[in-house]
Structure formats: structure tokens, C-alpha cells
């Protein structure tokens, strides 16, 4: 049977005390209103796919991996710093060095911080039932 395509389109759910404490505690913890968590769950189990992508999901890989690279090089830096404190030959040069690799890293974290948001707004923009096409 063809459904009547509908700008907008009411479902009344009814809950049981125990679904609407667990559905509060859920959508809380991922940060949504009631409506989205909800829209979020009927997609993910009717499409069987996250909200994401395929461009926002290796952009998301991407980020994942750049932090990782960040995070390695803070492990290296601070065991260089760790060594030379102890052999007491941490030098002001080294100090500055350092302070030029933590604003370049920091810059760094920042772009994948921006990037990682962009995909949250994204994302939240698509759980919302009025922008949703086909359904």
C-alpha cells in the first residue's frame, strides 16, 4: 500500500512508567530532546544505518586518526620533557620548542574539535522529523 506523502505526520506513542523514565534517562544521556531521541531510534532500527554519511564518516575516521597522531606525539613530548628534567638539561630553547609544538598541536586538536561539531550538527539537523524526506 502507497502512503500519502505528508509534510508532517503525528504518531501518538503510548508508555509504560518504566519506558518514560528509561527513554528520559536515555535521551539525556545523549544529549537530545524526547522527539529527536526517538526520531534517532526509529531510524537507526528502520534504516539499519547510522545518521551518518559516507563523506561525514570518513571525515569522522579522519579526525579519529589525527587525534590519535596528536596523541602520540604529546606521549613523545612529554617523555622528552620527563628525561631531561631528570638529567637537569631542560634548556629555555627546549622550553620554547615546546611551547611551538603545543600551540601547533592545539591548533591541531582544534580542527578536529570543529570538524567532530559540524558532524553533530549535522546530524542533529537530520533527527528532526521535518527534515525528513522519504519516510
Known amino acids: 500500500e502507497d502512503l500519502p506523502r505528508a509534510r508532517n505526520s503525528y504518531v501518538i506513542i503510548t508508555q509504560t512508567y518504566f519506558m518514560l523514565i528509561k527513554m528520559s534517562t536515555l535521551y539525556q544521556y545523549y544529549g537530545q ?3 529527536s531521541y526517538i526520531i534517532s531510534v526509529l531510524r537507526n532500527n528502520l534504516l539499519s544505518s547510522t545518521l551518518l554519511t559516507e563523506q561525514e ?3 569522522l575516521i579522519n579526525s579519529t586518526h ?3 597522531k596528536i596523541g602520540v606525539n604529546l606521549n ?6 620527563n ?4 638529567s637537569g638539561t631542560f634548556t629555555g630553547k ?3 620548542e615546546v611551547l611551538c609544538m603545543r600551540n601547533e598541536l592545539t591548533v591541531k586538536v582544534n580542527k578536529c574539535v570543529f570538524g567532530a561539531e559540524q558532524l553533530l550538527k549535522a546530524q542533529h539537523c537530520r533527527a528532526k522529523i521535518n527534515s ?3 519516510l
Open 94 to 96: 627546549q622550553f620554547t
Open 57 to 59: 564518516l570518513e571525515a
Open 33 to 35: 530532546t524526547r522527539n
Open 132 to 134: 525528513c524526506t522519504g
Open 83 to 86: 628525561s631531561a628534567r631528570k
Open 76 to 81: 613523545q613530548i612529554a617523555r622528552s620533557i
Open 66 to 68: 589525527e587525534l590519535n
